[in-house]
C-alpha cells in the first residue's frame, strides 16, 4: 500500500505564502491522477487541485490564482504553492492519490492564516 506523507503546513499571516509538499512511498505521480484537498473545522472535505496524468490542472474556484500543483521529475513528491494566503484558507490539507487499485490519503499537514 502507497504511504503519503504531508509536511509544510504552518502559521503565516493573511497576503504569506507556503508550499506544502506530499512525499510517496513509490513513483505514483507521474502515471496517476494526483489531488490536494482541504478540510476546515466543521466542514466538508473539499477539492483544491488536481493534476492529471497528462498533466493538465484543474483547481477550485478559491484556489484559482493563488495556488499552484506541481510534482517532481521523479514522480514521488508533489507540491502545493499557496501565495497570496487568506484567513479563510485555514485547514488541514491532505494529499490524494488516484491509483488503479484504491485511492490514497496523506495525513494531513495544518495550514492556519492569522488575520
Known amino acids: 500500500q502507497v504511504q503519503l506523507v504531508e509536511s509544510g503546513g504552518d502559521l503565516v499571516q493573511a497576503g504569506g505564502s507556503l508550499r506544502l509538499s506530499c512525499t510517496a512511498s513509490?513513483?505514483?505521480?507521474?502515471?496517476?491522477?494526483m489531488a490536494w484537498f482541504r478540510q476546515a473545522p466543521g466542514s466538508q472535505r473539499e477539492f483544491v487541485a488536481g493534476?492529471?496524468?497528462?498533466?493538465?490542472?484543474n483547481y477550485a474556484d478559491s484556489a484559482k490564482g493563488r495556488f499552484t500543483i506541481s510534482r517532481n521529475r521523479a514522480g514521488n513528491e508533489m507540491y502545493l504553492q499557496m501565495n497570496s494566503l487568506k484567513p479563510e484558507d485555514t485547514a488541514t490539507y491532505y494529499c490524494?492519490?488516484?491509483?488503479?487499485?484504491?485511492?490514497?490519503w496523506g495525513q494531513g499537514t495544518q495550514v492556519t492564516v492569522s488575520s
Open positions: 490524494k492519490a488516484i491509483l488503479p487499485y484504491g485511492d490514497s
Open positions: 493534476m492529471y496524468v497528462n498533466g493538465v490542472t
Open positions: 513509490g513513483n505514483i505521480f507521474m502515471g496517476n491522477t
